[in-house]
């Protein structure tokens, strides 16, 4: 049994319960993740990140609390604490998953989405106000927008083209391919009220609980067009994907072609991780752009 006297001596002036352990957690791309040991018997996560982005853990906490605010939607590990430095949160338990838990999780997600937002746009938060939100570490235009096609240009994928750009991560082939795509949403894609989306529900923030249990983490949460989640779920391959789909067909079911429409909605996402990761995300971007273009 191991403990790290500072993040335990940080924890406990924010839950007021001793850490009896800590333990290194992997798989966090952004903050260090520490599964600490309380003196109560329960278990939590504590991410921790110096320095971190000013109101990066406030954002997540208001996220999680904004989707984990509709009755019968998508599960959120509980917000224990919350500071400049850190975020602890209830531990959730992982599992391996199965077709009927992907079932229910994609019945829950319809839910969350349906319970819309105000707004293609950031959402207001008692505690963290209507600012711009985090994903990753770089900023997230959070501004309103009257329309989807306008959002999704000006605040998702020119944002994340034109710093791609600048640090060599597209080139200018690939970007004329983006723009043309941008020039273009408002044939390519169906309006629909803004939905409330996680906004980074990639595989790796499906967490598959114990019994029938499916929660999410790490959202950078606003209101949008519902494809994008799913475009995110697609992007990185959700184990049991397809039966996710089927649920949440037979509740909420998508407008026609939505699944031609699956590249536009990745574009964001590669181009924030061409931003954040270089790589190959750059020209992939572009080759899925020319699909479109």
Not at 51 to 77: Q, T
Not at 212 to 239: C, K, N, Q, T, W
Request: with cysteine; hydrophobic share 45%; charged share 20%.
């Amino acid at each position: 049994m191991t403990r790290s006297p500072g993040l335990a001596r940080r924890a406990e002036q924010l839950l007021g319960h001793a850490v009896v352990s800590t333990s290194p957690v992997a798989g966090g791309d952004v903050a260090t993740a520490t599964k600490l040991r309380l003196s109560t018997g329960a278990s939590a996560l504590m991410k921790t990140l110096a320095p971190a982005p000013a109101g990066l853990f406030a954002r997540e906490a208001a996220g999680l609390r904004w989707l984990g605010g509709v009755d019968g939607g998508v599960a959120v590990p509980e917000v224990l604490a919350v500071a400049e430095d850190c975020l602890i949160l209830a531990w959730v338990e992982p599992g391996r998953g199965d077709a009927e838990q992907a079932a229910r999780f994609g019945t829950a997600l319809a839910r969350t989405h349906a319970a819309g937002a105000a707004a293609y746009g950031g959402f207001t938060d008692a505690d963290a106000g209507p600012v711009d939100g985090f994903i990753g570490t770089l900023p997230l235009p959070q501004k309103p927008a009257p329309s989807w096609a306008e959002f999704y240009a000006t605040r998702r994928v020119l944002p994340y083209l034109s710093l791609a750009r600048d640090r060599g991560a597209v080139d200018a082939a690939g970007v004329a391919a983006v723009e043309r795509v941008v020039r273009r949403l408002t044939t390519l894609v169906p309006e629909e009220p803004p939905a409330r989306l996680h906004g980074d529900l990639w595989s790796g923030n499906v967490l598959w609980g114990p019994g029938d249990r499916v929660s999410v983490i790490d959202p950078a949460a606003y209101g949008g067009h519902r494809e994008v989640d799913l475009a995110m779920l697609a992007l990185f391959g959700l184990p049991h994907l397809a039966r996710v789909v089927e649920a949440y067909q037979d509740l909420a079911p998508l407008a026609e072609g939505w699944e031609d429409r699956t590249g536009i909605h990745q574009l964001f996402p590669l181009l924030v991780h061409a931003c954040l990761f270089g790589g190959g995300y750059g020209p992939r971007a572009a080759t899925v752009a020319a699909r479109y273009a």
